[in-house]
T-cell receptor
Framework: GEDVEQSLFLSVREGDSSVINCTYT??????LYWYKQEPGAGLQLLTYIFSNMDMKQDQRLTVLLNKKDKHLSLRIADTQTGDSAIYFCAEGPSGGYNKLIFGAGTRLAVHP | DTEVTQTPKHLVMGMTNKKSLKCEQHMGHRAMYWYKQKAKKPPELMFVYSYEKLSINESVPSRFSPECPNSSLLNLHLHALQPEDSALYLCASTNGDGAGEKLFFGSGTQLSVL
């Protein structure tokens, strides 16, 4: 069945790079997404990558996709305290209507 | 306007109450979604409306009743809920219902059932 897995926690020092990893199982996924959720808030789309790409860069964010290994990563350069949040990886669509399968989320803690 | 607005932000209700959650977007999006998110868990899809018609019901109990009065509004009517229904309820929308549509989420309603 469909499954998206992420490590649950990552701690980094301010100014360092953060790398959040994700593995997925559905090889028919056409898009893979990264969402950010701050406490008490909804999910904010950060970036996404089409499945025929292997890299996408957007300012401080770099997404790498290894389709053979079904591995997705999000690199945040120069991590700031404002980046502290939960980051969800999602694959989709599944079954039409843009139904996304979310991972459990990685909590990123940024310390001075 | 790139927002999805949800009201109320917080709701406490008893198991015999009837309440409604509301969601509004003015981006012209044609698909709207309800998700349920338990603490420290990812969002789980409940319902999808596409062009104001219910397209997906993920086997949600009938004590949750969605309604889409028009293309900008989505409601979730709650009746006879259980304490285990306490969660963050998130509304989202997409421009269409095809592949690659980006989900825009509201901030959610934090629901507590006593």
């Amino acid at each position: 069945g469909e499954d998206v897995e992420q490590s649950l926690f990552l701690s980094v020092r301010e100014g360092d790079s953060s790398v959040i990893n994700c593995t997925y199982t559905d090889s028919s996924s056409t898009y893979l997404y990264w969402y950010k959720q701050e406490p008490g808030a909804g999910l904010q789309l950060l970036t996404y990558i089409f499945s025929n790409m292997d890299m996408k860069q957007d300012q401080r964010l770099t997404v790498l996709l290894n389709k053979k290994d079904k591995h997705l990563s999000l690199r945040i350069a120069d991590t700031q305290t404002g980046d502290s949040a939960i980051y969800f990886c999602a694959e989709g669509p599944s079954g039409g209507y843009n139904k996304l399968i979310f991972g459990a989320g990685t909590r990123l803690a940024v310390h001075p | 306007d790139t927002e999805v607005t949800q009201t109320p932000k917080h709701l406490v209700m008893g198991m015999t109450n009837k309440k409604s959650l509301k969601c509004e977007q003015h981006m012209g999006h044609r698909a709207m979604y309800w998700y349920k998110q338990k603490a420290k868990k990812p969002p789980e899809l409940m319902f999808v409306y596409s062009y104001e018609k219910l397209s997906i019901n993920e086997s949600v109990p009938s004590r949750f009743s969605p309604e889409c009065p028009n293309s900008s509004l989505l409601n979730l009517h709650l009746h006879a809920l259980q304490p285990e229904d306490s969660a963050l309820y998130l509304c989202a929308s997409t421009n269409g219902d095809g592949a690659g549509e980006k989900l825009f989420f509201g901030s959610g309603t934090q629901l507590s059932v006593l």
